[in-house]
């Protein structure tokens, strides 16, 4: 290598590594709540409950309070340190939840150093999510702009990837994200349709071993991890293996507290198997993808499984299907009884868009309270935080956002945040951006100020 080929590669790799620090969110996380608040005059959105006009919502130490009309507030008495906020003609909402992403976990799709989210190994159900979320990353304060306040990161890749965690979308630290970091352990199911593409070269016998061999290897890792439960129930001492302890808590034995197994399928053939094979062992399935669920929802409420409906912003798989089967899916399976949420089509940057996925499904059918359900009790409910999270309830987390619209317009903004009770930074990058070349155009008197 010459001289100046060196000099070359060097700056190439001080540019990468420069890369991920150039997309580190600058922004200042909220300090614990410290006084109370008091939200008067909007439109509040309960989801679990009637919507209130002219409602009052208050919350001290990060718990909802008081959910009313505005006629309490003639009937008590505020402390000298109440914030009040009027908020009239504006409507507020439990936070928006995401619940399959990748936020925290990919930052520049080429670098792979900013990709955390596929482990070595192509069964690894040790790993959580949670440990790997950058806390810094500059795609949650994107999210959080669009309401997302609560987002459940999936690891990828491999057959079983790891477990999902539950976040939310502002602390310091992974550990003060975490609301759940092992919420339920992730299986990407493999296809068991023969295929039959036309650079096939193998027989069908092989191809049909092949799928064969594929769930086998589901079969007997769970096998494996059932005669571990049992062993370890006869005999506390018994040697511990990370790989099956961390699979105790999706199986039968742990009873009330079973977390359930989310199994990514998309195609009938591939959804089918997988609620009949998650059935027979007594696991508690949640399908995620599931683009042909509607074919299966006989199944599918025959045995309570629920599913993540992976967006409405993508096309349709088949050649010859109708232009808007993604916009009618949550519909189709509103009317199916198919208990299910809704997740945006892009895992990471495009979260922020969940609002506008669910006001997409309501411009195609589906009705207004159900969309606003999909995208924060009913995930809520599936993701096993809803005790928490949701919905605008006494005792829950204050984690709200505040918008000048409906949430479910384009054009709506989210104006103040909180998690927790915790007011957070809506700015990003983008909104920094926007700031600056918008003071620049003033200065050059191309627009005029505001």
């Known amino acids: ?32 709540q410290d006084h109370p608040v008091f939200i008067v005059g909007a439109t509040v959105h309960t989801i679990s409950g009637d919507t ?42 439990p936070g928006l939840i995401a619940s399959m992403t990748r936020l925290g976990l990919t930052e520049i799709n080429a670098v792979r150093a900013s990709l ?20 810094d990353s500059a795609l949650i304060p994107v999210a959080r702009s669009g309401g997302i306040l609560t987002f459940a990161a999936f690891p990828t890749g491999g057959r079983v990837p790891g477990r999902a965690s539950v976040m939310r979308a502002d602390a310091w630290t992974w550990e003060s994200m975490s609301i759940d970091d092992s919420a339920g352990l992730v299986i990407n199911w493999p296809s068991v349709r023969l295929s039959d593409g036309p650079f096939e070269t193998r027989s ?21 991890a059932k005669a571990y439960a049992s062993a370890r129930a006869a005999g506390p001492n018994a040697p511990q293996d990370l790989r099956y302890e961390a699979m105790l808590e999706v199986m039968p034995s742990a009873g009330a507290n079973q977390k359930p197994v989310f199994i990514n ?10 609620v009949t094979w998650a059935a027979g062992r007594q ?38 299907s109708p232009f808007d089967t993604r916009f009618t899916l949550p519909k189709r399976l ?50 096993g935080v809803d005790g928490d999270l949701g919905s605008i309830e006494r005792g829950k987390l204050a984690t709200l956002i505040l918008t000048d619209a409906d949430i479910l317009e384009v054009t709506s ?26 003071d620049k155009y003033q200065q050059l008197g191309i627009i005029k100020d505001d």
């Open 283 to 320: 696991l508690r399935a949640v399908i995620v993808g599931g683009r042909d669920a509607p074919l299966c929802a006989a199944l599918l409420n025959a045995n309570n499984v629920p599913v993540i409906v992976s967006g409405t912003h993508t096309f349709p798989k088949r050649a010859d």
């Open 204 to 224: 069908k016998s092989d191809r049909t071993d092949a799928v064969r061999k594929n769930l086998q290897a589901i079969d007997d890792l769970f096998d494996a």
């Open 1 to 32: 290598m010459t001289h100046m080929n060196r000099i070359s590669a060097t700056l190439a790799a001080l540019a990468l590594a420069a890369l991920p620090a150039s997309a580190q969110d600058l922004t200042h996380k909220a300090p614990p």
């Open 265 to 274: 399928a998309n195609d009938v053939d591939q959804i089918v198997s997988a």
């Open 52 to 93: 209130i006009d002219n409602g009052v919502v208050a919350f001290t130490d990060g718990r909802l309070t008081i959910i009313s009309d505005d006629k309490i507030m003639q009937t008590i008495r505020l402390s000298a340190d109440t914030e009040v906020i009027d908020a009239a003609g504006m409507h507020l909402y």
């Open 413 to 438: 903004n989210v104006t103040r945040a909180w998690i927790d009770g915790r007011e957070i930074d809506l700015t990003n990058k983008q909104t920094k951006l926007r700031d600056k070349y918008r």
């Open 116 to 135: 955390d989210h596929n482990e070595v190994g192509s069964v690894t159900p040790e790993v959580r999510a949670a440990v790997s979320v950058n806390p």
């Open 334 to 383: 509103q009317d199916a009884g198919v208990r299910w949420c809704l997740n945006t089509a892009d895992r990471d940057g495009n979260v922020r868009n969940l609002p506008h996925e669910a006001g997409r499904a309501v411009a195609f059918g589906l009705d207004h309270d159900s969309a606003l359900a999909s995208i924060t009790l009913w995930p809520a409910q599936i993701l």
